[in-house]
T-cell receptor
Framework: EPEVTQTPSHQVTQMGQEVILRCVPI?????FYWYRQILGQKVEFLVS????????KSEIFDDQFSVERPDGSNFTLKIRSTKLEDSAMYFC???????????FGPGTRLTVL | KNQVEQSPQSLIILEGKNCTLQ??????????LRWYKQDTGRGPVSLTI?????NTKSNGRYTATLDADTKQSSLHITASQLSDSASYIC????????????FGPGTSLSVIP
C-alpha cells in the first residue's frame, strides 16, 4: 500500500527558532494538506495545497507559517519563529482523485522549549 | 457551519465486548465520511469510507453505518481486543473543488482485560 512519509519523527527546538517539517506524499497525488494536533486535542486543519499553490488555509496558518513543494516530491511546512504553543504533532496528508485515496503520514512531533 | 460531533467523548469496555461509537455531522455538500483509528502519537489510519449511496461498510470487526438523511454515522466494534484501545475519529469531507476535510473530536476507547 502506498504511504506518506514524514521527517523528522521528532523535532525539538528553542522558542524563536525556525523549523522545517518535511513530507513525501504519494507520487501521483494532487492534493496535499498539513494538520496539527496539540496533545489531547482534536486534529486541526492548517493548509491545503493544490497545483503548487495554497488552496485554503485556516486562521491558525498565520504569517509565521509557509508551505512549499520545492522539487515536485517533497512538501514542506516552515514555521519561521516558533512559539511554545506550536508544540504539537504535525501530520501531512496526501489525497488522490478518488475518495479511497487519502493517506496520512505518521506525523512529526514538534516540541518548542 | 461545517461541523462534526462525536459521542461519547471516552469509553471503557471489557475485552471481548462490543461497542458503538456515534458521529453527527453538519457538512454540506457531503462527499464522504471516514472513520479513522489513531493510536497515541501516531497518524490516523483509515478504517472505513462511505459515500452518499452507501449505508454500511465493514472492515473485519469494524462496521460503519451511514444515514445521510439524518446525517449520522456509527462505528460498531465487535469482540473488542486490547489493541482496539485508541482514539476513533469521524472525518467528513465536503464536496468542493477539492475535498475539504472536517475532523470530529474523536472518541477515546479503552479496552481493559
Amino acid at each position: 500500500e502506498p504511504e506518506v512519509t514524514q521527517t523528522p519523527s521528532h523535532q525539538v527546538t528553542q522558542m524563536g527558532q525556525e523549523v522545517i517539517l518535511r513530507c513525501v506524499p504519494i507520487s501521483n497525488h494532487l492534493y496535499f494538506y498539513w494538520y496539527r494536533q496539540i496533545l489531547g486535542q482534536k486534529v486541526e486543519f492548517l493548509v491545503s495545497f493544490y497545483n503548487n499553490e495554497i488552496s485554503e488555509k485556516s486562521e491558525i496558518f498565520d504569517d509565521q507559517f509557509s508551505v512549499e513543494r520545492p522539487d515536485g516530491s517533497n512538501f514542506t511546512l516552515k514555521i519561521r519563529s516558533t512559539k511554545l504553543e506550536d508544540s504539537a504533532m504535525y501530520f501531512c496528508a496526501s489525497f488522490g482523485t478518488g475518495p479511497h485515496e487519502q493517506f496520512f503520514g505518521p506525523g512529526t512531533r514538534l516540541t518548542v522549549l | 457551519k461545517n461541523q462534526v460531533e462525536q459521542s461519547p467523548q471516552s469509553l471503557i469496555i471489557l475485552e471481548g465486548k462490543n461497542c458503538t461509537l456515534q458521529c453527527n455531522y453538519t457538512v454540506s455538500p457531503f462527499s464522504n465520511l471516514r472513520w479513522y483509528k489513531q493510536d497515541t502519537g501516531r497518524g490516523p489510519v483509515s478504517l472505513t469510507i462511505m459515500t452518499f449511496s452507501e449505508n454500511t461498510k465493514s472492515n473485519g470487526r469494524y462496521t460503519a453505518t451511514l444515514d445521510a438523511d439524518t446525517k449520522q454515522s456509527s462505528l460498531h466494534i465487535t469482540a473488542s481486543q486490547l489493541s482496539d484501545s485508541a482514539s476513533y475519529i469521524c472525518v467528513v469531507s465536503a464536496k468542493t473543488s477539492y475535498d475539504k476535510v472536517i475532523f470530529g473530536p474523536g472518541t477515546s476507547l479503552s479496552v481493559i482485560p
